[in-house]
């Protein structure tokens, strides 16, 4: 049975933990109606170690996201590299926003405060469900509340309190560093010998760089050093290397949890909610914000469920399974060199990197544009199997340390 609240006269108190972009966004859609919102999270707003980039779908969904205080860096192109350095080249479309995530904490919690929610910066110690109602323990005080909803990361206390905790399989290890640079920087994008890929974004006061691992005992520390000799050779830290862990739900046994119960929810990285195939979390954690308000607000919580599901649940579950049978490294040098001979298949992919239609929608585009494809690849070894050099005139620094010859 789905969870209901009583009458909003009655049900007004709501705790948020977490003041990330999921738990603010949440926090200031219910505090706008009038309902008491407690907004907990101790170190808000914080730099995430990520590169910060904001997709198309998330800023033009999400206004708040695009704020001019924000003074993002957009980027209209980034080299996409494989294992063994074939490449494709993303050049069309619309831009890709680089922001800091401390800043973009910063608006999304002055929106929230201004809305009404009180931010309480201390970590909740304790959490339990007594007589119907939440009593949350922070900063040596107790809290009330009718409802909790976990903003908490990949250690949400709320998913442990009713769900248990993430299991590490499910979890993907990353680490970022900032150096030297700017918006003058290109965009790198390598996947790894190993699962997981090496990226670096140029923002507005510095370059943001950084390594994720989809599966457990690998250096990604060395991966990250040998990414930075390889393409930004003599760069400067401007501190320590920051590690996290982000949700990484391959397996569909994940999504058969539920991420509302009668008195919680779950949502952004808390509930999973992550590509697991292209990294995207953002958005998708604004989106079950304002999933979840929805349901609060319309006094049926437990609606929350089946939302989530409706809007991305398929394409998430999707993407797990494509990630999980894609990252081969032979089949990804061929994939980087068909993106970039073949203009049906580059077509196909451009639409997917911009608009992210479903999985299913794009598998189908995919297999409609196959005749066309195997026509240019055989027309591309036909004529010697060579990139045509110029593909890389955006990227001309890199240049050098890039095959043009395809190597089957």
């Known amino acids: 049975m789905l969870p209901t609240m009583r009458n909003e006269r009655q049900q007004r108190e709501i705790a948020v933990i977490g003041a990330g972009p999921a738990g603010a966004h949440l926090a200031r859609r219910l505090a706008e109606t009038g309902l008491r919102v407690w907004l907990f999270d101790p170190r808000a707003p914080w730099e995430k170690p990520c590169g910060g980039g904001i997709t198309h779908q998330a800023w033009s969904r999400f206004p708040i996201l695009r704020a001019a205080s924000l003074k993002p860096h957009e980027v209209f192109q980034s080299l996409q590299i494989s294992p063994h350095r074939q490449f494709f080249v993303v050049d069309q479309g619309h831009p890709l926003l680089m922001v800091s995530r401390r800043a973009l904490g910063e608006v999304m919690l002055d929106a929230a405060t201004r809305a009404g929610a009180v931010h309480v910066p201390a970590a909740v110690e304790r959490l339990e469900s007594s007589a119907g109602r939440i009593r949350l323990t922070a900063g040596g005080r107790e809290y009330l509340a009718d409802f909790v909803a976990g903003a908490d990361g990949v250690r949400s206390l709320v998913r442990r309190t009713f769900l248990g905790e993430l299991a590490k399989e499910r979890t993907l290890g990353a680490i970022c560093r900032f150096y030297e640079g700017g918006p003058g920087d290109p965009t790198v994008v390598r996947v790894a010998s190993f699962p997981g890929y090496c990226w670096s974004f140029p923002r507005a006061d510095c ?102 599901r409706r809007a991305f649940g398929w394409h998430l579950m ?28 580059r077509r196909t992919f451009m639409d997917y990197v911009w608009n992210l239609p479903p999985y299913p929608v794009l598998l189908g585009r995919a297999l409609r544009a196959l005749p066309a494809t195997r026509r240019e690849w055989r027309a591309f070894k036909r004529d010697g199997a060579l990139i045509p050099a110029e593909r890389l005139q955006p990227f001309e620094s890199l240049a050098g340390q890039i095959d043009f010859q395809y190597r089957p």
């Not at 862990?245 to 992550?274: K, M, S």
């Not at 993407?319 to 049906?344: E, L, M, Q, S, Y």
Request: aromatic share 14%; proline share 6%; glycine share 14%.
């Open 318 to 345: 999707s993407g797990a399974w494509v990630a999980r049978h894609i990252f081969n490294p032979k089949f990804i040098d061929r994939f980087f060199t068909a993106i970039t001979v073949c203009p049906a298949l």
């Open 207 to 308: 370059l943001a760089v950084g390594v994720g691992a989809m599966q457990r005992g690998y250096d990604i520390k060395g991966a990250l050093e040998g990414f930075m000799a390889d393409f930004y050779p003599g760069r400067r830290p401007l501190g320590p290397a920051q590690g996290a862990l982000l949700p990484y739900l391959h397996d569909f046994g994940a999504y058969r949890e539920p991420r509302v119960g009668a008195c919680w929810a779950l949502i952004g990285d808390a509930a999973g909610f992550v590509d697991t195939l292209t990294g995207e979390g953002i958005g998708y954690a604004v989106w079950s914000a304002d999933l979840l308000a929805d349901a609060i607000l319309a006094g049926r919580p437990g609606r929350y469920e089946g939302a989530w």
